[in-house]
C-alpha cells in the first residue's frame, strides 16, 4: 500500500519543472503523442513535404522535418515555452480554432520528458538556427534547409517510471505509424515520408484523396468504395465509404475528420453505423474515410487534452446529416448506380405472352411476383400493397426466343445479340438458367452473374414495404397508439431531464412521455407501428438516443426490423422453379431498387465472375 501522505504538508507551489512534467502526462503518453503533436505543428506552419524518423519505436529518437514557414530565431525560446503559441490569442480565438495544434504545451511537455532540439530557417533567414534544452536554452546559428526540424531523444529518460509502461518496440512503432497513416489521409495534398531504424517504410507523393486512401488502405478498399460530397448549409461531408460487402471483424479501417483533425466520436460513429445498419451482416464493421467541414465556431474541438474527441452545437443536426449523406451512398450500389431502369414490356409479337401469364397466374411464386402477393398481411390495394417482382417484357422479351412450349419450361436458353449486352441499362445481364432452385444464374458483358433468388426478393420486398411506409406518414403526424392503462417505471434524474427537455422531439417521434415525479416516468403513448414493443424499453431507448444524438434512431430501427421480418417471410423460398421470364423480371427489379447488392441481413445477393476470373479456373491461355 502507498504511504500515507503526512497531514502537517504545507500549500506550495510546484516548481515548474515538476509543473511540465504533470503536463506531459496528458499529451505524451506514448511515442506516438509525441508523433501526433509534431506533425500537427508541421501542418499549420503550412509544410508540403514531411520526413518522418523513428528510432526503437520512437522510444530513442522521434525526428521531424518539414518545408513550413520556419520560426524566427527571437521566437524559438518561446517555442519551448509552456502556454506560448502563434495559434490564439483571445477567446475569441479559442472559440473559433481553425488549427490542429492550439494549446501551447506540445514542445514544453515533450522537452520535460526528453532530450529535444529545435532547428529551423525562415524563409528569408540567411541560415537556420538551434535551441537545445528547454526554453532557457541557448539559441545558436545552424545549418539546414527553410523549415524546421525537431529532434526528440531518450522519451522519459528523466522519468524511468513512466518507461516502464511502454510496450514493445514493434507495438509504440506501429501506434507511430498508425498516427502518421491517420494524418497522411486527411492531407493527401502533402508529401509524407516514413522511416525506422534507417530503413524507409512508407511515401506518399502528393496526390487526390482517391490514390491517398488506396494507397494507405489498400486496393482492396480502393475497389469497393463509394464516394460521398454531399452539402447542406455550413456542412459539408466527403470522402469515400466502402461497400457492405468489404466490411472487416475490426473496426481499424474507419478514419473520420473534422475540420482536418482525426477524431473519435460516438455521435458521428453511430451516425455512419445507422445509415449500414440494414446492409451490414452480423457484428461486422464498414470502412471508410470521411471529413466533415464546418464552421469552426459549430464545434468545440477543446474536450480532451488529446484533441481527438469534439462536441458540437447543434448535434442532432449533424447526426441526421451525416447519417442521409452515407445513406444515400449505399442506396446507390453496383446493381443500381445505372440508374433506375423502365418496367420491361414483352413484345408484342412474341406468342407466349398469353401462355405465360396464365402460368405465371397459376403458379405459387408467380402470385408472389404479381402486383399483389398473398402472403402479405394488408389486404391488396392497400397502401401497404406493395408491386412485386413480376412486369410485362416487351421491351425486353424478344430476345428469349420463346415459344408457347418454352414458356412453360423452367429454363429457356437463349442468345442475346451483342448490341443488348452491352446495353449499361441492364448491369445485371440476362438469365441463363436456375441452379437447384437457388440461384440464378445470368450473363452480362463482363461475364456470369450469380443472384441468390430468395435474398434478391427478400431485398426487393424489404425497400418495397419501407417506401410504401414512408409515403404514408410523409408530410403528416406520426400516428400514436394511446395506451389503455399509462406504463411507468421508475427513472434517474438523467432520463427524467431528457424527457422534460425533449417534449417537442418526443412528440415527432411519436411518443407522450411524462414525469409523474421526480423519480418515475410514465408513457402514455408509443408510435402504431410499435403498439406491442415493451413500452418502458422502448421509451429507454428513445431517451438514449435523443440525449446522445439529438435525435432517435430507434423507431426506424425498430420499424424496420418488423418489416425486415416481414419480407423474409414474405420472399420467395428456394426450390421454386422459376421460368425465364420470372428470372429476368427480377433481375429488372433489382436494377431498380436501392441497396439490392444486400438482403436486409446484410447478405450479398449476387456475385459477379468475370471471363477473366472463368478463364483462370479452366487455365485458358496458360
Same mark, same amino acid.
Not at 341 to 347: F, I, L, R, T, Y
Given at each position: 500500500?502507498?504511504a500515507p501522505?503526512?497531514?502537517h ?6 516548481p515548474?519543472?515538476?509543473?511540465s512534467q ?5 499529451v505524451v503518453e *506514448? ?7 509534431? +506533425?500537427?505543428n508541421?501542418?499549420?506552419a503550412?509544410a ?12 530513442? *529518437?522521434?525526428?521531424?522535418t518539414?518545408?513550413?514557414r520556419?520560426? &524566427?530565431?527571437?521566437? +524559438?525560446?518561446l517555442?519551448l515555452?509552456?502556454?506560448?503559441t ?5 477567446l ?5 480554432v481553425?488549427?490542429?495544434? @492550439?494549446?501551447g504545451?506540445?514542445l ?16 528569408d &533567414?540567411?541560415?537556420a ?7 532557457l536554452?541557448?539559441?545558436?546559428p545552424?545549418?539546414?534547409a527553410?523549415? /524546421? ?5 531518450d ?5 524511468p517510471?513512466?518507461?516502464?509502461f +511502454? ?7 506501429? =501506434?507511430? !505509424? ?7 489521409l486527411?492531407?493527401?495534398d502533402?508529401? @509524407? ?13 502528393v496526390s ?8 494507405i ?15 447542406a448549409g455550413?456542412?459539408?461531408v466527403?470522402g469515400?465509404?466502402?461497400?457492405p ?10 478514419f473520420?475528420?473534422?475540420n482536418?483533425r ?5 455521435l ?5 453505423r445507422? !445509415?449500414?445498419?440494414?446492409?451490414l451482416?452480423g457484428d461486422?464493421?464498414?470502412?471508410? $474515410? ?5 464552421d469552426?465556431?459549430? $464545434?468545440?474541438?477543446n474536450?480532451?487534452?488529446?484533441k ?11 447526426h ?5 449523406a452515407?445513406q444515400?451512398?449505399? &442506396?446507390?450500389?453496383s446493381?443500381?448506380? =445505372?440508374g433506375s ?7 408484342a409479337?412474341v406468342?407466349?405472352?398469353?401462355t405465360?401469364?396464365?402460368? =405465371?397466374?397459376?403458379?405459387s @411464386?408467380?402470385?408472389q411476383?404479381s ?12 397502401r401497404?400493397?406493395?408491386?412485386g ?10 430476345l428469349?426466343?420463346?415459344?408457347? #412450349?418454352?414458356? #412453360?419450361?423452367?429454363?429457356?436458353p ?5 448490341? /443488348?449486352?452491352?446495353n449499361?441499362?441492364y448491369?445485371l445481364g440476362f438469365?441463363?438458367?436456375q441452379?437447384h ?13 450469380? $443472384?441468390?433468388? =430468395?435474398?434478391?426478393?427478400?431485398r ?6 419501407k ?5 404514408q ?10 395506451l ?6 421508475f427513472?434517474d ?10 417534449q ?7 411518443f ?6 421526480p /423519480?418515475?416516468l410514465?408513457?402514455?403513448? $408509443?408510435?402504431?407501428?410499435l ?8 421509451? *429507454?431507448?428513445?431517451? *438514449?438516443?435523443?440525449r ?20 423474409c417471410?414474405?420472399a ?6 422459376l421460368?425465364?421470364?420470372?428470372m429476368?423480371?427480377?433481375l ?6 436501392e441497396?439490392a447488392?444486400?438482403c436486409?441481413h446484410?447478405?450479398?445477393t449476387?456475385?459477379q465472375?468475370?471471363i477473366?476470373?472463368?478463364?483462370? +479456373? ?5
Open positions: 500500500m502507498n501522505i503526512s497531514a504538508r504545507p500549500i506550495q507551489a510546484l515548474d519543472q515538476l509543473i504533470i503536463a506531459a502526462g496528458e *506514448r511515442p506516438s503523442a509525441v508523433v501526433k503533436e509534431l +506533425l500537427e508541421a501542418l499549420d503550412g508540403t513535404q514531411i520526413t518522418v524518423r523513428l528510432e526503437e519505436g520512437g522510444v530513442k *529518437r522521434i525526428a521531424i518539414d518545408n513550413g520556419g520560426i &524566427a530565431p527571437d521566437q +524559438l525560446p517555442a515555452a509552456r502556454h506560448a502563434s495559434k490564439i490569442a483571445s475569441t480565438d479559442l472559440e473559433n481553425a488549427t490542429l495544434g @492550439f494549446r504545451e506540445a514544453a511537455s515533450i522537452a520535460a520528458v526528453a532530450a529535444v532540439s529545435v532547428t529551423s530557417r525562415t524563409a &533567414a540567411p541560415h538556427w538551434e535551441i537545445v534544452g528547454s526554453h536554452g541557448t539559441v545558436a545552424s545549418s539546414g527553410h523549415g /524546421t526540424t525537431i529532434d526528440v531523444q522519451l522519459y529518460f528523466n522519468t517510471a513512466r518507461r516502464k +511502454l510496450k514493445s518496440e514493434q507495438t509504440e512503432y506501429g =501506434h507511430c !505509424a498508425e498516427v502518421v497513416r491517420r494524418i497522411a486527411a492531407r493527401p502533402v508529401a @509524407f515520408s516514413l522511416s525506422h531504424n534507417g530503413r524507409t517504410i512508407d511515401h506518399w507523393n487526390e484523396m482517391a490514390r491517398r486512401s488506396a494507397h488502405l489498400g486496393s482492396d478498399f480502393a475497389e469497393a468504395r463509394l464516394a460521398i460530397d454531399e452539402s455550413p456542412l459539408r466527403h469515400y465509404a466502402g461497400l460487402t468489404a466490411s472487416k471483424a475490426r473496426a481499424d479501417g474507419q473520420f475528420y473534422v482536418g482525426f477524431v473519435r466520436d460516438k458521428l460513429v453511430h451516425a455512419v445507422a !445509415a449500414y445498419q440494414d446492409v451482416h461486422r464493421f464498414p470502412s471508410y $474515410v470521411l471529413a466533415l467541414d464546418l469552426p465556431a459549430l $464545434v468545440d474541438v474536450v480532451h487534452p488529446s481527438i474527441e469534439v462536441r458540437f452545437r447543434d448535434s442532432r443536426a449533424v441526421q446529416f451525416v447519417f442521409h452515407v444515400r451512398a449505399l &442506396a446507390k450500389t446493381a443500381t448506380d =445505372h431502369v423502365p418496367a420491361p414490356q414483352m413484345a409479337d406468342g407466349a405472352t398469353s405465360w401469364r396464365r402460368e =405465371h397466374e397459376q403458379t @411464386f408467380g402470385a411476383l402486383s399483389t402477393y398473398s402472403p402479405s398481411p394488408y389486404p391488396p390495394g392497400s401497404y400493397d406493395a408491386p417482382v413480376a412486369q410485362t417484357m416487351d421491351s425486353y422479351g424478344a428469349f426466343a420463346a415459344s408457347p #412450349s418454352a414458356a #412453360s419450361a423452367p429454363v429457356t437463349y442468345t442475346a445479340p451483342a448490341q /443488348t449486352m452491352s449499361e441499362q448491369p438469365a441463363l438458367a441452379l432452385g437457388i440461384y440464378i444464374l445470368a450473363q452480362n458483358t463482363k461475364g456470369l452473374v450469380l $443472384v441468390d433468388m =430468395h435474398a434478391a426478393h427478400e426487393i420486398l424489404y425497400e418495397q414495404l417506401n410504401a411506409l414512408d409515403a406518414v410523409g408530410g403528416q403526424a406520426m400516428q400514436v397508439q394511446a389503455l392503462i399509462p406504463v411507468t417505471f427513472a434524474a438523467v432520463e427524467v431531464g431528457t424527457a422534460q427537455e425533449n417537442d422531439t418526443l412528440q415527432a417521434l411519436g407522450d412521455i411524462a414525469a409523474l415525479s /423519480t418515475t410514465a408513457v402514455r403513448s $408509443v408510435p402504431a407501428l403498439k406491442n414493443a415493451d413500452a418502458q424499453t422502448l421509451a *429507454r431507448d428513445v431517451l *438514449r438516443d435523443v446522445e444524438f439529438g435525435g432517435s434512431r430507434v423507431l426506424i430501427e425498430r420499424r424496420n426490423e418488423l418489416l425486415g421480418t416481414l419480407a417471410h414474405t420467395v423460398r428456394a426450390n421454386r422453379i421460368n425465364q421470364p420470372e429476368n423480371a427480377l429488372r427489379q433489382m436494377e431498380s431498387t441497396r447488392d444486400q436486409n446484410g447478405r450479398p449476387w456475385v465472375l468475370d477473366s476470373s472463368l478463364d483462370k +479456373l479452366f487455365l485458358r491461355g496458360q
